[in-house]
């Protein structure tokens, strides 16, 4: 078949066509455990009922209204994340770029009305938080950079996990750093205990916003319902999206009221942005977590599952750490991690990368334990034949 498709990506070489719970199937029949859950999307693995079923019936009585419109899903989402969070306040928007470039947005408003000119934002090397232009300017890789220049000035990269680097780099014309709690795309970096409570600190001594994109490691993927939560720090703004859609285009900034309120009458907007359907897909994902217990079950199951990659580190040379937090989950290695991760998709278990040397691994919170020995057996089959290079 022709394939029209611009070559950004490099999809596996078959076409899946249906799925339940954490299993998927190709258009020839074969079956693989999803561990990638779309990049940390289906937390609830997919096709889960009360999803399908929220979906079809909102779609059946209102897809679309515009933000001209009060619609029941957008007030009611926006209820909800504030009561699971620390949030007062929601904007949504349609994707993880969407919630950062409003996060951007909101963050030199939020000063500029107050006569204040801080125009600068701080991230960190190895950051991922997007792919248009302003995103892009937080984002340090350089293949996803390069060629496209120039970028948004006034933004300094400092290196992870360094708090003295962010102090020399904060100025009295700093408005925000915008961390991920976990690097999720990048290595599945767990900063060290203490340096996001630190990083909280310096901001608030020098009136800095603090903005954790929780995109990735947000709606429970860690084991709490945010990444912040660990860490007992309060962000002022948290970009979400990936999992809070269910698997519908969904995006949030919460924030707390003060802030909030600098998103004023007609100066942002999406004429998607929290539509009927993606909010029904949305809440319905939230509830579900809830009713289901997933937040506990991603700790309780992560550990676990962590617990028993480290037994497999033991009896072999390829894996230098194992680390993540919750069912988000990183694999160093010491040889190129594509060729595991083509191993295991041909073995039926379907996994991915964060970085060259490092797998990542994504199962939805509602993998059960026969699921977790499955995939466990094909990791261990796959690294104790992959030879270290
Ligand atoms: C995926 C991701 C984004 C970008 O989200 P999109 O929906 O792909 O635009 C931003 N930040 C983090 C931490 C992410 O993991």
Redesign the pocket.
């Known amino acids: 078949m022709k394939n029209f498709m611009t070559p950004n990506y490099a999809p596996a070489p078959f076409i899946l066509t249906h799925g339940e719970g954490t299993k998927v199937w190709d258009m020839g029949g074969k079956e693989y455990l999803d561990f990638t859950s779309g990049?940390?999307v289906n937390s609830l693995g997919h096709a889960h009922p009360r999803v399908v079923e929220a979906i079809r019936e909102q779609t059946g009585r209102l897809s679309h209204v515009s933000n001209m419109f009060h619609h029941e899903g957008y007030l009611k989402l926006c209820k909800k994340l504030c009561e699971l969070s620390f949030g007062e306040m929601v904007f949504l928007c349609?994707?993880?770029?969407?919630?950062?470039e409003a996060s951007i947005k909101l963050a030199r408003k939020f000063f500029h009305r107050r006569g204040e000119n801080r125009p600068k934002l701080i991230a960190f090397e190895g950051?991922?938080?997007?792919?248009?232009y302003g995103?892009l300017s937080l984002?340090q890789s350089p293949k996803a950079r390069e060629g496209f220049g120039p970028f948004l000035p006034d933004i300094t990269h400092v290196s992870y996990d360094d708090l003295e680097a962010v102090s020399r780099a904060i100025d009295q014309e700093t408005a925000a750093v915008f961390i991920?709690p976990i690097?999720?795309?990048t290595g599945v970096r767990v900063p060290t205990p203490g340096f996001f409570k630190g990083l909280e600190e310096l901001c608030r001594k020098s009136g800095v916003l603090l903005v954790a994109?929780?995109?990735?490691?947000g709606c429970g993927r860690t084991g709490r319902w945010f990444g912040y939560q660990h860490e007992d720090v309060t962000p002022d703004i948290m970009?979400l999206?990936?999992a809070m859609g269910g698997g519908l285009?969904l995006?949030a900034v919460v924030t707390s009221k003060p802030i909030g309120e600098a998103l004023a009458l007609g100066i942002h907007g999406s004429t998607f942005g929290g539509n009927p359907l993606a909010c029904a897909s949305g809440l319905t994902t939230l509830e579900v977590i809830e009713d289901e217990n997933l937040i506990r079950r991603a700790e309780m199951a992560g550990r676990a599952f962590i617990n028993e990659l480290r037994e497999i580190q033991k009896s072999t040379e390829i894996i230098s750490a194992v680390r993540g937090r919750g069912l988000m989950i990183g694999l160093e290695l010491t040889t190129k991690a594509k060729p595991i991760l083509v191993a295991c998709r041909e073995s039926g278990l379907l996994i991915t990368v964060a970085g060259p040397k490092v797998l990542r691994i994504l199962p939805p919170l509602t993998t059960s334990d026969l699921e977790f020995t499955k995939a466990l057996e094909i990791l261990k089959k796959v690294v104790s034949t992959a030879h270290a290079t």
Request: hydrophobic share 25%.
């Open positions: 990049i940390a349609n994707s993880g770029a969407e919630a950062t950051g991922f938080h997007g792919r248009t995103a984002t991920e690097q999720g795309n994109d929780e995109i990735q490691t970009p999206a990936k285009p995006g």
